[in-house]
C-alpha cells in the first residue's frame, strides 16, 4: 500500500529513534546514519564538523516532524534505525560464544584519553585513538567492555600556525548539550557524584556516559560546585598542566575510576590498563581489599590477578615518573588508608625499591601488579622485554613477562564513503558484515572480480576528495595569514601527481623533516613534469615540544617560501577529520621514525583499505606487515646505534626508494593509461594487511590471551 506520509505516532517514533541515535557513536561507523543527520542540514552538518547532537540542535523539533512528512527521506531514517536496534539487540555474537561470563563481569578499560571521532576531541593522539578503536571493536564483537577515562572539557587543543610559522595552541570549551554524552544520573535522576581523595581534599566528581554502540565508556568529570577552582580544573585538558596536574588526574583516573564503577554496581572481572597512566586503579583495588580484612600481602596478590597491561612507547619520556615529595602530596590524604608508608609505597614504583633517590615510576607500578603485561607489536615487545629487563634481574631478557599483541584499526570507522559505496555496490547492502574477513579481502586478488580499472578509478576518486578538502582548507588558512603571495588555492596540487601523505604528532623521533634533507635531489623530482610528485604533511607538536615546532616551522616554511612552494602543503589541525581524508587520497603514506622507537603506529593501517601504499621504515607494525610485494620499505631489519648514522643511513635508502621503485611503479602505464604493476600492490596491500591490522582481530586476540587466561 502506498501511504503518502507516515502517521502522527510513527513520526514520534522516529523522531525520538533519531535522538537516540544521535547519542551513540554507532552512526560514526554507519555510513547511511550519518548521511540522514547530513541530510538534514547539509551545511551545518559541515559546519558542525559531523556532529550529529549538533544538528538536530539547529533543525527544530516542528522542522524535524515535518521534515519526516518526506516519504523516502522517512523510510531512510527508519532503516537506518531499524539497523541500528539489530545491531543493539543482536544475540549471536562473537563475545557471547566465546566469553558470555565478561558480560555479566565484563572488562573494564581505563585510559586517559580515547579518541572516537572529531566532534569529541578528547584525545592527543595515537593512544586514544587505539583506545576509541579497541571500544568500536568490542562493540561489534558483542564483547562484556566498559570503559574509563576523563571529561576533558577543552579538550586536547587546536593548532593554529602564526606569521613566524610558529604553532600556536588554542582551546574551545566543550559543550555537553551538543556532544553525544549523557549524564550519570542516580536513582533520584541527579547526577551520581562520587568523591576521591587528593592531595589534602575530598575531591566530588561526576560522569558522563558515552554510547559506543553496545558499550559505555564513563568520563570523569571534577567541575562540580563543592570543589575548590582548582579541582574543578583538574579534568579541564588532556595532559594539561604541569606534572601536579598530571598525578592528580591519574588518582582521578585509577582511584577515582573504579570507585564509579563499584557506584554504577559494575563489577568487572578485569582491568585493563592503557599505558602506565591508569595504574593507580590498582591501589584502589587493593585498598578495597584491605578494607574487607585482607593483609596487604594477599591484597596485592589478588589485584594482580585481577589486572593487565599494555606499555605503548620505548621512549623515556613517554613513562610518567613522579617525585617522591610529589607523590607525598597528590597522595597524602589516600595513603592513609592503605596503610602503607611513604618508602613502601614508593617502592612499588621503583625498579629499585631501597634506591630513595630513584622517582616513582607509573609503568614499574603497572608492571610489578598486573597479571599479563604486553608491547604493542613484535619488535616492541622484544625491546620493552630488554627495557624492563632490570625488573626481573633473575631471568633472561627473553624471559621478562611481556608479550606483545598487535595494534590494529576500527575498519568500519576509518573507511571513507567512496570505498564503502564501491563494496556496497560489489556486495550488496550486507557487505559490511563480512569486513573483518580474509575472504573478503582475498578477492582483491581476483581481477575477474574487481578490475584494475575500477580500482584506479577509485583511487582517483579518493586522490581528487583529498586535494579538494586540502583547498578548502588552505584556503582557510591562508584567508587567516593573509599573506601578500596568495597561492591560487582552487588550482593548488596536482590531481594526476604522485600524492606522498606525512601526518602524525610532530615528536623529534618521528623525523618530519627527514625527506628534505635531500633537498636538492627533492627538487629535482618535483620538477620532472612528466612524473609529478607532491607532498602533504599535518600534525601537532606538543605545546612544550620547541623541537617539535621547530620541525614544523621548517616544513611550513619550505611549503611557503621554496622552490618547493605548490608541491608541497602543510594542513593545519591535524585530528581524525584530516586523518581520514589523508589517508585515503594520498598514494603513498610516509612513515619514517627513528627505529625502534615507533611502538606500533596506526595511520599506516588506516591507510590500507582505500588502496594507499605504505612507504615506511621496518619499524612497529610495518616490521611485521611488509612482505616485499605490499608496499615500500626504507632500509631493512636493521639499524645502527649512532643516530647520525642512522638518520643519514634512512634519508639515502628513502630517496633511493622513491626514485628507484615508487615512482618509475606507479607512473609505468600501458596503453590503456594504467599502472598495472602499481594496482598489483594494492591489491597485495589490501589482501594481505586489511584482515590483520584491524582491532576486530586484536581484540579477540586480548580477550583469548588476557582477558580470559588467569
Ligand atoms: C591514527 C591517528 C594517530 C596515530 O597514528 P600514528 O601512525 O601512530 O602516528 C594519531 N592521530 C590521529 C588524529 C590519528 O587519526
Known sequence: MNKPHFSADEITELTVGLNQLARNLWWTWNQEAQEVFQQLSPRGWQNLYHNAVAVLHEVSNYELRVRLQDRDFARQARAVLDNFQTYLKEAKTWGRENAPHLLQNPVAYFSAEFGFHETLPISAGGLGILAGDHAKSASDLGLGFVGVTLFYREGYFQQTVNQDNWQSEYYTRL????????????????????????AMNEVYFQAWRVNVGRCPVYLLDTNRPENEQ??????LRVYGGDSTTRIMQEVL?????????????VQPSVFHMNEGHAAFLTLELVREKLAEGKSFRDALA?????????????????????SRDLVNYALNRFQSQLKLSLNDLMALGRVHPEDANEPFCMT?????????????????????????????????????????????????????????????????PTWESSVNSADFWQRLTDPEFIADEEIWALRYNLRRE??????????????????????AFDQLLNPDALTIGFARRFATYKRAPLIFQQFENVLKLVRDKQRPIQFVFAGKAHPRDDEGKRFIQHIIHLSKYSELKGYLVFIENYDV?????????????????????????????????????????????????????????IGDDSHPDSIEEQDRRDSENLYQTLTEEIIPCFFDRDADGIPRQWIQKIRRAMATLVPQFNTWRMVQEYTRRCYLFK
Open 364 to 428: 614499574v607500578l603497572a608492571l610489578r601488579v598486573s597479571r599479563a603485561a604486553n608491547g604493542v607489536s613484535e619488535l616492541h615487545g622484544q625491546v620493552s622485554r630488554q627495557m624492563w629487563h632490570c625488573l626481573y634481574p633473575d631471568k633472561s631478557p627473553d624471559e621478562v613477562p611481556i608479550g606483545h599483541i598487535t595494534n590494529g584499526v576500527h575498519l568500519l570507522g576509518w573507511m571513507k564513503g567512496p570505498v564503502r559505496r564501491f563494496w556496497r555496490r560489489k556486495l550488496g
Open 175 to 198: 559543550n555537553p548539550r551538543n556532544l553525544p554524552i549523557e549524564p550519570v544520573l542516580d536513582a533520584k535522576n541527579e547526577p551520581l557524584v562520587c568523591t576521591v581523595e587528593i
Open 253 to 265: 583516573l585509577g582511584v577515582g575510576g573504579v570507585r564509579l564503577l563499584r557506584a554504577l554496581g
Open 577 to 633: 577529520h584530516v586523518g581520514r581524508q589523508m589517508v585515503s587520497g594520498c598514494d603513498v603514506w610516509l612513515n619514517n621514525p627513528r627505529r625502534p622507537l615507533e611502538a606500533s603506529g596506526t595511520s599506516g593501517m588506516k591507510a590500507n583499505c582505500h588502496g594507499c601504499l605504505n612507504f615506511s621504515i621496518l619499524d612497529g607494525w610495518w616490521r611485521e606487515g611488509y612482505d616485499g610485494t605490499n608496499g615500500f620499505a
Open 466 to 487: 583529498l586535494i579538494e578538502f586540502t583547498r578548502r582548507r588552505l584556503l582557510i588558512q591562508g584567508l587567516r595569514l593573509s599573506q601578500d603571495d596568495f597561492i
Open 302 to 322: 589478588r589485584t594482580k590477578a585481577e589486572c593487565i597491561f599494555t606499555t605503548h612507547t620505548p621512549v623515556e619520556a613517554g613513562h610518567d615518573r613522579f
Open 230 to 235: 582548582h579541582y574543578r580544573d583538574l579534568t
